[in-house]
C-alpha cells in the first residue's frame, strides 16, 4: 500500500491524466441523464476528496522537508555558536593573561598546555614550548592567577613543567604581610599548607608570595591565601593555604625566561682567581 502512495505523489499528474480520460470516456458513452448524475457524484464523491488528499499529501511532504532543512540549521548553528563561545572564552584568558604579564619586567614567553599528566596526583604538565624558543631548564612558569610551576625538562618544541601540587616540589614562601618565611608542602596534590614557627603572626587571609630563596623562583610571584589552622605546637604551626592556580583548568601561562640564580652565582665564583 505504501508503494502504491508514493508511485501515485510521485507520478500524480499522469495517474490524474489517465484517470481524468477514463472517466471523460466513461462519460461521453453514457445519456445525458446518466451523464449529469455521474458527474455530480465524481464532483462530491471522488474528484474533491482526491484533490484535497492530494493537497495535504504534499503539503506534508513539504512539512517534511521544511522539518529537515530546520534541523540541519539549527545543528549549524548550535556548532557555529559553540565554536564563537569557544573563542571568547579564549580571547578572555588571554586578554587576562596579557594584563597579567604587563605587571612584569621579565621576559615573557607564551605556552599552551598540550598534555596533562594522567596520575590522580595531577603533578606535571607539557607545554608547546621548547628550546628552539629559549626553554631552559628550571624556568618558572606563572598563568593569570598566579605561580604554576617550573621547567624539569626541555625538548626541542616541547617542556614538562611540574606543578606546584606535585608533593615533591616543595617551595619557599613568604606572607606578603608579616613576611615571614616558610615552605609549601602537599602530601596529596589537593591539600596545601605552611609550617611555620609558633610565634609568627600568621592569620587566615594572609597572601602568600614566593620568598625568592630557593634559587629557581624570583621573590613576589603570588602563590594564594592562607587558610584556617591545622595544628599546632609549641614550636610550629602548620595552616592551609589555597592556591590561587586552578592546576585541573590550565590551559595557557607564561615562560619566565630568565636562569637559576645560582647559574650567576657559580658564574661569579668561577670568575674568581685565588692566590696560590
Known amino acids: 500500500m505504501h508503494w502504491i502512495l508514493e508511485f501515485i505523489i510521485r507520478y500524480r499528474n499522469i495517474c490524474s491524466l489517465v484517470l481524468t480520460s477514463i472517466l471523460s470516456l466513461w462519460i461521453m458513452t453514457a445519456p445525458l441523464k446518466m451523464q449529469a448524475n455521474i ?16 493537497d495535504q499529501i504534499t503539503r506534508i511532504n513539504n512539512i517534511f522537508g521544511e522539518n529537515h532543512r530546520l534541523k540541519k540549521e539549527v545543528a549549524e548553528l548550535r556548532v557555529r555558536v559553540s565554536f564563537l563561545e569557544e573563542q571568547a572564552s579564549e580571547n578572555k584568558r588571554l586578554r587576562k593573561l596579557l594584563n597579567f604579564s604587563q605587571n612584569y619586567s621579565f621576559d615573557l614567553l607564551p605556552a599552551r598546555v598540550i598534555a596533562r599528566d594522567p596520575s590522580p596526583l595531577f603533578r606535571s604538565v607539557v607545554v608547546n614550548a621548547g628550546k628552539k624558543d629559549g626553554v631552559a631548564m628550571w624556568m618558572p612558569l606563572v ?28 617551595t619557599s614562601v613568604l606572607d606578603r604581610r608579616t613576611r615571614t ?8 596534590g589537593t591539600d596545601f599548607f605552611i609550617r611555620c614557627r609558633s610565634h609568627e603572626d600568621v592569620q587566615p587571609g594572609d597572601t602568600i608570595v614566593t620568598s625568592g630563596l630557593g634559587g629557581v623562583y624570583p621573590a613576589g ?46 658564574a661569579e665564583l668561577d670568575s674568581i682567581k685565588f692566590k696560590e
Open 39 to 54: 458527474i455530480r457524484s465524481l464532483s462530491v464523491t471522488i474528484f474533491y476528496p482526491l484533490q484535497l488528499c492530494l
Open 143 to 170: 598563568g593569570e592567577q598566579g605561580l604554576v610551576g617550573k621547567v624539569v625538562q626541555v625538548m626541542r618544541r616541547m617542556a614538562v613543567v611540574q606543578l606546584l601540587s606535585d608533593p615533591s616540589n616543595r
Open 181 to 188: 618565611v616558610s615552605i609549601l608542602e602537599t602530601e596529596n
Open 221 to 266: 610571584l603570588p602563590v594564594g591565601t592562607v587558610g584556617k589552622m591545622m595544628d599546632h605546637d609549641p614550636l610550629f604551626t602548620k595552616n592551609s593555604v589555597r592556591l590561587w592556580v586552578d592546576y585541573p583548568h590550565l590551559e595557557e601561562m607564561f615562560v619566565m625566561k630568565m636562569s637559576p640564580q645560582w647559574t650567576s652565582f657559580k
